[in-house]
């Protein structure tokens, strides 16, 4: 693949993980092994509340194709293939499901030093369309996406972003909802590593006058503990913390709770991932 300004997707994607990823309301158990024929099995358990769910999830890749499929305690079964240069500088990406096969799609990523395009074609009847569009550098990029709706022919969505990305920091400004929210958001890293970070994020929405401003960051204690925490000004506040066990195994630990309503019972969140 080309070296180019990446998808419209990756637009403040850096920002929104540190500022979501890791943070747990539910517990949750995972042990993954691989084989000497390259296939990775992943069995995960998640309880939350009084409901407990699990599924199983397989990942073989050779050469240039990778195979998903996970199937949970619903019966519920999902499968993606990932084909890469069939067009070079392409990817192409199948998703099917099952019972719920028309939430299915068939997706087509190229990428250009100067451009990436995104193309993605639903399988129910009629299929609705989505595409994306990128133009720039890996510093500085322009994309727009908008999807179609083929039945009554209009748009179902469109939004528009730019975004700056230097080795130690990025920024986003993301105009979506059809022009009706803004969303503007920074990161800058502490070390090369990039285990530590600071970042900020503001949203507003402009029917409802209605502004969100979060704040937050991640610092590496050491090779094998990190600490995050968030706050936004609703008086939301959260803590993540994450060390790494034996091999690439990880614990981590996620609290939440409302700085205004210290009454209400703050939310935890526990997972374990064993990996070889």
């Known amino acids: 693949m080309s070296k180019g300004p990446g998808l419209f997707s990756d637009f403040g994607k850096k920002a929104k993980d540190l500022l979501t990823r890791d943070y747990l309301s539910d517990h949750k158990f995972s042990v993954s092994t691989y084989s000497e024929s390259g296939v990775a099995l992943t ?18 890749k050779y050469n240039n194709i990778s195979t998903d499929v996970k199937v949970d305690t619903e019966s519920n079964i999902s499968a993606t293939f990932t084909v890469a240069e069939i067009v070079p500088s392409s990817k192409t990406i199948a998703t ?21 395009l995104t193309a993605a074609v639903g399988l129910n009847k009629p299929p609705p369309l989505d595409l994306s569009v990128t133009l720039g550098t890996p510093t500085f990029a322009l994309g727009a996406e908008a999807g179609y709706e083929t039945t009554s022919g209009k748009l179902t969505k469109y939004t528009a972003g730019i975004t700056v990305t230097k080795p130690d920091s990025c ?85 939440e709770f409302e700085t205004k309503a210290l009454d209400k019972t703050p939310r935890f969140g526990v997972a374990l991932a064993l990996k070889p």
Do not use: C, W
Not at 96 to 116: C, D, I, M, R, W
């Open 171 to 255: 920024a986003s400004i993301i105009l979506g909802d059809k022009g009706d929210t803004i969303k503007a958001s920074y990161i800058h890293y502490l070390d090369q590593l990039k285990k530590s970070a600071a970042v900020g994020e503001i949203t507003r929405k402009f029917s409802t006058n209605e502004n969100t401003f979060t704040v937050g960051g991640s610092y590496s204690i050491d090779g094998l503990t990190n600490v995050k925490m968030k706050l936004n000004n609703h008086g939301i506040l959260g803590a993540v913390l994450q060390h790494e066990l034996i091999g690439k195994s990880l614990v981590t630990l996620s609290s």
């Open 43 to 60: 069995t995960s358990t998640v309880k939350k509340g009084g409901y407990s769910s699990g599924d199983v999830a397989a990942q073989y």
């Open 96 to 116: 099917v499901k099952f019972p719920n096969y028309e939430s299915g799609k068939l997706e087509f990523q190229y990428f250009h030093p100067h451009a990436s």
